[in-house]
């Protein structure tokens, strides 16, 4: 298993690089001059100058791309163009929020998905089945944020059991952090649960015709145990391998719902800083998001050597 | 020699007729819809009642009325012309990212995975990366870069979504490169331009044809995500996405300003979406669904009045008895039968063989006894009599108390019957905990104690192992073991060499002689292949197209076969005989199941035929059975 | 038949890289250990092993799909693995092939009449109706005919397919074919149709057949010489009827007898004969030596010290096996266990 972890590690030294390098020439491929973006048009030459020296312009290209790695991999993303803050600071205040919708989210989804699709598996072509699958193509057409929308209209300003807007941080109230991200939740995560159900199904169909369930079945293992011990620990195999990138798209899809219910989250963030054109506070926000992406990559990873024994290296 | 386990499937047809009408009015709903899409985009200028753009302060905020039938907006425009005029946007978004997406990706992708090494290396990293980064993300980042604006966001969701086309081009290429047909095509000599567009090109068609509907359905909701929050279609431009993005500043004012472009964009999105499921259907690569026959079972009209009378002897110490069984499996129209008429005995001690080729019903036998044929076949007459006890009159729960303890089964292929996800030792300690009771220790000491007794060596370190870590005839010697675990008086053994090969074949063979000395258990041995019968059977019953044709003694039947189907298939073996060809042949092909002949099956193929062949024939005999009504005659004729 | 072979194979080495993570290093695997071979024009050489011996390796060497890593194949007066996987069309198409699974080896998505006129569009200026003309010409070869031109491969049963993948490779009447497990997964009654359908076609155009199979008994009708391998060692070499009657290595003793006799009598006592069982985990192979050391009954010290060279077997051919070893005594009981099955030709209609 170590090895396992030590293999998928020393595989990501290619992916993040990619990302810094990518992430880093943000600044050449912008069409407008960084300095004139914070100097405005007011500035001086001297001024520009200043600014161009104190932001390290005039170096060259690989040692400021060095310089920068070197900053970022200890935390310090640099400051934003637009008010100076820290954009590691900046970053870290609104993660706890996208963070908390995110991970409640795929919680829904993977629990909906999970018994959706295994119910739909088990009876195909039942009303359950057609249920559940009527119910996922439907939940893929839904964009989210009208979703959202619509669960505000109904359950917070018709029936007000839950808050419109706004995020209470779990630290301060549990029950009242709870109450604020059920609505985004459930806006964010029912496409999400749509698509694990797809995939839990069809993999479900598919474990279910091999010739070791049957032969579980001809050994006259009760069928529960058959379903949820031998074919579930197979089925889960497929759908681990693309979890971590439903995760990603709630992630992204975090974004835009935080807007619905005018959350302060990393979504905010981004949209303001690409409409200052705050390059630092861009890559700040990719470089966070890829960490997190990275991460849970990880831990699907680990689940999946767990739930698979070939994937494990010998 | 791989002989796939005999269960036809007619259950494909039967899916796609049934599924065909519900299919049908789906695919019509959806194509009429995106028609009317595409026809107001176009003709929007002259279909919408007002200008999308003309405000009108005095109406702002109206909910529907006569003259603006969806409302206004909060600038006093009309919601309904607005939405006609975003239909346009959409379609303009839907085409510009899509055709992007496919002219970027595919080319990189089939260029990468047909030549692979470096670029393909590095190409797979920079999409690993753009991937790892949630899509929005990078849309914003792009936008960015670009500016906002339809066009740009449609370039930035461009890029986005090439990446999965790149990578559904690739893993198509890779996967075809492997196919036996693109080796064919190696071996002819036809150039890579050539394999890759006229050997591999048309088979990714219909994948990217998904994946095109799949990514339209993507960039529309993509499309309104950034216009909501402002960074794509600019206002005062009409599109779906800024139409919401207005209704939400003013939702606790007039919520309905939310519901007609949501509904647009779901009837759009769900539109594009289920063409796509059904031309993934149609395309037919997915996953064959079992199914339940929807019509009513059509009785099987060839079987004429009753079931013919069981010529069987009952013997003494008899564990397993079938009498008259008949199995069906859907097929357009009905069902037809796949065995029938079919009984036999099986003593303790006795191992009766079960031979055949495809489409014999020999593996369908050994599952219904089981009672695990699978949805949509199942046996419609006889007995099942195991140890007096006839197993079709059970109910669910009490056959799978049946199962394991008094009847289990070793199938063709041991890796795939193994459970690849946990230890070999561990899947034999759960029958034992399960059905015995045994504790986990105990379990696990048993266990270890049955690897052993099939041969294999240090059994302790074995039990730890996962199929995969094993050789096939050592994973057919574990699955034995789990066979055996409960002691069962019938062992029904599912051509368990065939997957083999010939010198393990030898050893499989042998243990299930030693065992059966040890344990005593009866033995239903299915094989397509005489020589195995020939080495473990007592008694051999030859099934043809779902019926048995003869049975006899092991000696009696090779010394000397009565049915022409025996003999052919005897004379047919590849060490029958010593010369050069010709080599004797059964002409024709097994008929598949509702094809079979009305008379004797075997009559087209048989060079003994007569006009009487055309009737049913009974299974006749006594000690030997013989379903001929020659089979008198050509015994004399061959003994002369 | 001339002396001078058709193809030629000397100290052919197959070996496969395993990818490691970078897709760096990796464990080799050896696949052909130095293998010898020829086969005259209009000869057929059976080419029997178990599954993993390094028949197919050989097959996909000769036509061209992998590169050799050692060793030479010369055919005619052509160095094919000097050419890597790039043959110039003189040679490709002088070399065609049939594959073992008849529902893979044909495109789903191409109709009979574009499978079988494919080599003639790749190599030929034939203008799209003389091609036909000629798809129909070899339909009617395999006994198919000019009805089945239109319709697609899932519409054909696996000894028809089969039928369909000949006729594609007599398409441009080559010198060899290499048939990998031709028959293999047809069902017992259709198995012989091919078989007499391949040796017909031999007789009539003078082919040569390297034909892979598992089964002796199988490759023995239609061979003149059979060779069979063992973990990537040609083991034993020599005419059909020799190898078949008199197998002078352990290990052809050993295939032939595994496959049970037709008479269950002659087998019972054959099996009651039979004393020597390795054990079921035997490794598989040594790191010096013969390679069937570890599962030999007649194994000697010096079969674990040496690799035994092919010594020449009275009958014709050769086996690398040191009881054949000019000093060494009588060979120790080289026929098989007992005889030919007991088995009545066909009554006659």
Same mark, same amino acid.
């Given at each position: ?45 001297? &001024? ?49 929020v996208t963070?908390s919708l995110t991970a409640m989210s795929a919680l829904i989804a993977?629990l909906i998905g999970?018994?959706a ?14 249920f559940?699958?009527l119910g996922a193509t439907f939940g893929q057409a839904v964009p989210n944020f009208w979703f959202g929308l619509i669960l505000v209209a109904i359950f917070a300003v018709n029936l007000r059991w839950f808050p419109a807007t706004g995020f209470t941080p779990?630290?301060?109230s549990?029950w009242e952090w709870l109450r604020s991200v059920i609505l985004p939740s459930i806006a964010l995560g029912t496409s999400s649960s749509a698509a694990?159900?797809? &995939? ?9 015709? &091999? ?38 798209v709630l992630l992204g899809g975090a974004l835009i719902v935080e807007q619905v219910f005018a959350i302060n989250g990393l979504g905010t963030?981004?949209i ?10 861009? &890559? ?31 | ?32 819809v ?18 999308p753009?003309?405000q009108s302060l005095?109406e702002a905020l109206q909910g529907p009325s006569a003259a603006h039938w969806l409302g206004t907006d909060d600038l006093g425009r009309d919601v309904l012309s607005r939405l006609i005029h975003g239909c346009?946007i959409a ?45 929005i ?80 359905g993507a960039?529309l909701l993509a499309e309104a995500g950034l216009s909501f929050i402002g960074l794509g279609v600019?206002p005062p431009q009409a599109s779906w996405g800024t139409m919401l993005n207005t209704a939400a500043a003013f939702m606790d004012f007039n919520w309905f300003l939310s519901v007609p472009p949501g509904i647009a964009i779901i009837l759009t999105v769900l539109s594009?979406n ?100 699978? *949805? ?52 034999? *300690? ?52 789990? *066979? ?157 | ?349």
């Open positions: 298993m170590l090895k396992l972890i030590v293999q998928r590690l020393l595989a990501l030294v290619p992916l993040l690089f990619i990302v810094s390098v990518l992430t880093f020439s943000f600044t050449s491929l912008l069409p407008s001059d960084p300095v004139d973006l914070i100097i405005g048009d007011a500035g001086t030459q001297q &001024q520009y100058e200043m600014v161009r020296e104190r932001l390290g312009l005039n170096e060259p290209v690989h040692l400021r791309y060095l310089q920068w790695l070197g900053r970022a991999v200890q935390g310090d993303l640099g400051s934003s163009f637009f008010n100076s803050v820290s954009v590691m600071g900046a970053v870290m205040q609104r993660l706890p963070l993977i999970v018994a699709g295994v119910a739909a598996a088990l009876r195909p072509r039942s009303w359950v089945d057609r559940a699958t779990l630290t301060e549990p694990i159900a797809r &995939q839990v199904r069809s993999a479900m169909v598919g474990v279910l015709q &091999q010739d070791y369930i049957r032969a579980a079945r001809a050994q006259g293992l009760p069928f529960r145990r058959v379903i949820f011990r031998h074919a579930l620990t197979n089925a889960l195999v497929p759908v681990v391998a693309v979890l971590s990138f439903q995760i990603t963030l981004a303001a800083a690409v409409r200052q054109q705050d390059i630092p506070m861009l &890559q700040g926000l990719v470089l966070v998001m890829v960490g997190l992406v990275v991460t849970v990559q990880l831990a699907t990873d680990i689940l999946y050597g767990l739930l698979n024994p070939k994937a494990r290296p010998s | 020699m791989t002989s796939k386990p005999d269960t036809l499937s007619p259950a494909g047809p039967v899916r796609a007729r049934s599924r065909l009408n519900g299919a049908h009015i789906v695919t019509s709903v959806a194509a009429a995106l028609v009317l899409l595409a026809f107001l985009a176009v003709f929007a200028d002259w279909v919408a009642p007002y200008d753009l003309r005095m346009r379609v303009i978004a839907a085409a510009e990212a899509t055709t992007i997406a496919v002219l970027l990706g595919v080319p990189i992708g089939l260029f990468i995975g047909y030549r692979g090494g470096v670029w393909d290396w590095i190409v797979m990293r920079i999409v690993e990366a753009v991937v790892s980064i949630p899509g993300m990078v849309a914003i980042a792009i936008i960015a870069i670009l500016g906002a604006g339809l066009h740009r966001a449609m370039i930035a969701l461009g890029i986005l979504f090439s990446t999965s086309f790149l990578r559904l081009a690739r893993g198509v290429v890779l996967a075809e490169r492997e196919e036996v047909y693109v080796r064919s095509a190696r071996v002819i000599g036809a150039s890579d331009r050539r394999i890759l567009m006229r050997h591999i090109f048309p088979n990714i068609a219909p994948p990217l044809i998904v994946q095109v509907t799949l990514t339209v960039v600019q594009v289920l063409l796509g499921d059904v031309l993934r259907d149609s395309i037919g690569r997915g996953i064959a669904v079992e199914t339940r026959p929807e019509t009513p079972a059509a009785r099987f009209a060839a079987a004429p009045g009753a079931a013919e009378p069981v010529v069987l002897p009952r013997r003494a110490d008899e564990v397993l008895r079938v009498e008259n069984l008949q199995v069906m499996v859907p097929a357009p129209g009905g069902e037809v039968p796949v065995i029938t008429d079919l009984s036999f005995s099986i003593a303790r001690g006795e191992t009766l063989g079960l031979v055949g080729e495809s489409g014999s019903g020999k593996t369908l036998t050994g599952l219904a006894i089981l009672g695990l044929l699978g *949805a949509g076949v199942r046996a419609t007459h006889g007995a099942i009599l195991l140890n007096g006890q006839d197993l079709r009159a059970l109910s669910p729960r009490q056959i799978e108390q049946v199962r394991g303890n008094e009847v289990a089964m070793v199938f063709q292929d041991p890796t795939t019957s193994l459970n690849p996800a946990f230890t070999v030792g561990s899947q034999i *300690a759960e029958v034992l905990r399960v059905k015995q009771g045994l504790n986990r220790a105990q379990a696990w000491a048993r266990a270890v104690e049955l690897i052993d007794r099939v041969g294999i060596p240090r059994p302790e370190e074995r039990a730890r192992a996962y199929p995969h870590e094993l050789s096939g005839g050592m994973a057919q010697r574990i699955a034995i073991a789990r *066979a055996l675990s409960c002691n069962p008086s019938l062992l029904i053994a599912d051509e368990p060499t065939t997957a083999l090969d010939v010198t393990v074949q030898q050893e499989i063979l042998d243990l299930f002689r030693d065992l059966q000395a040890e344990f005593g258990m009866a033995i239903l041995f299915v094989t397509h292949d005489l020589a195995v019968a020939a080495d473990i059977c007592d008694r051999i019953s030859v099934m043809y197209a779902g019926e048995m044709v003869e049975m006899a003694g092991v000696d009696a039947l090779f010394a000397d076969p009565r049915h022409p189907y025996t003999a052919g298939l005897l004379h047919a073996m590849p060490h029958a005989s010593d010369r050069m060809p010709p080599l004797p042949t059964i002409r024709g092909n097994v008929p598949r199941p509702g094809d079979w002949p009305s008379g004797c099956r075997f009559s087209d193929r048989c060079d003994f035929r007569v006009a009487a062949c055309d009737a049913r024939i009974p299974l006749l005999g006594r000690e030997r059975l013989v379903r001929c009504i020659r089979a008198g005659e050509l015994e004399l004729e061959a003994a002369s | 038949m001339t002396d001078k072979p058709l193809i030629e194979i000397t100290d052919l080495e197959v070996t496969y890289w395993g990818r490691s993570l970078m897709g760096i290093g990796g464990k080799p695997f050896h696949a052909v250990r130095g293998a010898n071979l020829s086969i005259r024009a209009g000869e057929t050489l059976g080419l029997v092993g178990e599954s993993g011996s390094g028949k197919s390796s050989i097959a996909n060497a000769v036509l061209g799909l992998v590169t050799a890593s050692g060793g030479s194949i010369r055919f005619g007066d052509a160095e094919l693995t000097a050419m890597r996987t790039r043959y110039p069309p003189a040679i490709r198409s002088q070399i065609q092939a049939v594959f073992q699974d008849p529902y893979s080896s044909l495109n789903p998505s191409m109709t009979v009449e574009a499978i079988v006129t494919e080599p003639l569009h790749v190599h030929t200026s034939m203008d799209r109706a003389a091609r036909r003309a000629r798809a129909i010409e070899l339909l009617k070869l395999v006994s198919l005919s000019e009805e089945h031109l239109d319709r697609h491969p899932h519409q054909f049963s696996g000894g028809q397919r089969q039928r369909i993948a000949i006729a594609a490779a007599l398409a441009l009447q080559p010198k060899l074919i290499v048939l990998d497990e031709p028959v293999s997964a047809l069902d017992v009654s259709t198995q012989n149709q091919i078989i007499n359908l391949l040796y017909e076609r031999r007789a009539e155009f003078g082919i040569a057949y390297l034909m892979i199979a598992h089964d002796l008994a199988l490759v023995h009708h239609i061979s003149d010489r059979i060779a069979v391998m063992y973990l990537g060692h040609i083991v034993e070499e020599g005419p059909s009827d020799r190898v078949y009657h008199a197998p002078a290595h352990p290990y052809t003793r050993a295939l032939l007898d595994a496959v049970p006799l037709l008479d269950p009598a002659a087998q019972r006592r054959r099996r009651a004969a039979r004393k020597f069982a390795p054990a079921p985990d035997a490794p598989r192979l040594s790191a010096t030596g013969c390679p069937y050391q570890n599962r030999c009954p007649h194994v000697m010290p010096r079969c674990r010290a040496e690799m035994p060279p092919a010594f020449a077997i009275a009958g014709g051919g050769t086996a690398a096996c040191f009881l054949h070893a000019p000093d060494a005594g009588p060979a120790p009981e080289t026929a098989r266990l007992s005889g030919q099955p007991a088995c009545k030709e066909p009554a006659a209609p």
